[in-house]
């Protein structure tokens, strides 16, 4: 392998910098998705019935508690109860908006190196070309040992260069449709809980009318939070 990384230029150090970076990038991601869905889901199904139950105090608590970006949503959308469904709704999506590229963080950079790797490779292919072509003006075609390294530099720095880019461009689509899958699981739980609260605030207000008609004293239970 080293012998390679000689014969091959310098151009083979910049290439197999962006393998190095495009394998840290890619178990990176791949732990921290793995944790975010870990934590998650029973995370979720606890929030929905701390709602179910009218508890809307403890939920919003369980919220502050998880560092998970599902949880920063529904912690705005918790927040808001009491308001209108409009008004609950837009908190969650602009929170949303800041959640989800953290999600994505570092994919871009596994993209551009599954473009670079190949354009390096490219570039010492031409490198190599113009040294044989050098060798063959000054020598002629005569001395094919000499031919050999100009040609030698061209074919593994391609060779290299595709072997980075072909895993890279597998690993960001694989990559990013975990990322996409977590966000409709995200979509779904939010929705899910954009209901919840909307029918927790319908009850909300029915007892305190059944309460005013009958004239009793209303009571709160929970009282809404900005």
């Known amino acids: 392998m080293f012998e390679f990384m000689i014969k091959g230029g310098f151009l083979m150090y910049p290439i197999l910098i962006c393998s190095l970076l495009a394998i840290s990038i890619f178990f990176e991601r791949m732990f921290y998705l793995k944790s975010i869905k870990t934590k998650s889901n029973k995370f979720v ?43 609950i709704k837009e908190a969650i999506e602009d929170r949303a908006s800041q959640e989800i590229p953290l999600l994505e963080g570092n994919l871009s950079t596994l993209s551009t190196i599954s473009n670079i790797a190949p354009l390096l490779g490219l570039l010492g292919t031409v490198f190599g070309m113009i040294q044989s072509f050098n060798v063959i003006t000054l020598m002629g075609v005569g001395n094919p040992e000499a031919l050999a390294g100009g040609i030698s530099v061209a074919l593994l720095t391609t060779a290299f260069g595709l072997s980075v880019a072909i895993p890279t461009i597998v690993a960001y689509n694989y990559l990013s449709h975990r990322v996409e899958k977590l966000i409709r699981e995200m979509e779904i739980s939010c929705i899910d809980l954009l209901d919840l609260l909307t029918s927790q605030e319908i009850n909300h207000n029915e007892v305190v009318q059944n309460n005013i008609n009958q004239g009793g004293e209303v009571e709160y239970e929970v009282s809404s939070s900005e």
């Open 45 to 87: 199904f606890r929030v929905k019935n701390f709602v179910k139950k009218g508890s809307i105090e403890l939920a919003i608590s369980s919220c502050r508690k998880n560092p998970t970006p599902i949880a920063k949503i529904m912690l705005t959308g918790l927040m808001k109860f009491g308001r209108r469904r409009e008004e």
